[in-house]
T-cell receptor, first 113, second 109 residues
Framework: ETGVTQTPRHLVMGMTNKKSLKCEQHLGHNAMYWYKQSAKKPLELMFVYSLEERVENNSVPSRFSPECPNSSHLFLHLHTLQPEDSALYLC????????????FGPGTRLTVL | KNEVEQSPQNLTAQEGEFITINCSYSVGISALHWLQQHPGGGIVSLFMLSSGKKKHGRLIATINIQEKHSSLHITASHPRDSAVYICAVRFRGNEKLTFGTGTRLTIIP
């Protein structure tokens, strides 16, 4: 148990669907991250929230829309995705500022048909 | 350019062997992380270090700041060590982590 949970663990969606990924951390952290992991590629940082404000948007297409309602929860809203968006989406959390360890969730395996 | 390179990309060994995975980076860092990713995707942080050496059970991580190089060693390897091992660094002046492509380790009984 890492203290960071993600739901759902697996998601299959069509290109016209709208779905959301959820991340929750129970570690008292104040920074949360979304990463994308595609086959045979390094993890790619998508978004960073620090103290519930978005501080990083790594040139991610607008069909991905993050939301951080409080320091414990992070969502990734998905709409009109493409098959190349199929990947493992990982959430992580840490204390903000300085050099702190990031704790990862189990990931959501997304398949876009 | 801020880069992280890992070697080897794939490693297969017999149970009990001593394992070494390498990570090199291009410029000065404030911290280096070793992560373990099991099939199914979940990532576990093994070590965070900025100098010297750390040990946890059968795992040892070392870093040479002058040579911009880190190694992860596994002693008395076991099939349950089979996973992808990922090196990630925080380059100085940048709070983001930059990840290597990972080393896929398979330990055969």
């Amino acid at each position: 148990e890492t203290g960071v949970t993600q739901t759902p663990r697996h998601l299959v969606m069509g290109m016209t669907n709208k779905k959301s990924l959820k991340c929750e951390q129970h570690l008292g952290h104040n920074a949360m991250y979304w990463y994308k992991q595609s086959a045979k590629k390094p993890l790619e940082l998508m978004f960073v929230y620090s103290l519930e404000e978005r501080v990083e948007n790594n040139s991610v297409p607008s069909r991905f829309s993050p939301e951080c309602p409080n320091s414990s929860h992070l969502f990734l809203h998905l709409h009109t995705l493409q098959p190349e968006d199929s990947a493992l989406y990982l959430c992580a959390s840490s204390q903000q500022g300085g050099v702190h360890e990031q704790f990862f969730g189990p990931g959501t395996r997304l398949t876009v048909l | 350019k801020n880069e992280v390179e890992q070697s080897p990309q794939n490693l297969t060994a017999q149970e009990g062997e001593f394992i070494t995975i390498n990570c090199s980076y291009s410029v000065g860092i404030s911290a280096l992380h070793w992560l373990q990713q099991h099939p199914g995707g979940g990532i576990v942080s093994l070590f965070m270090l900025s100098s010297g050496k750390k040990k946890h059970g059968r795992l040892i991580a070392t870093i040479n700041i002058q040579e911009k190089h880190s190694s992860l060693h596994i002693t008395a390897s076991h099939p349950r060590d089979s996973a992808v091992y990922i090196c990630a660094v925080r380059f100085r002046g940048n709070e983001k982590l930059t990840f290597g492509t990972g080393t896929r380790l398979t330990i055969i009984p």
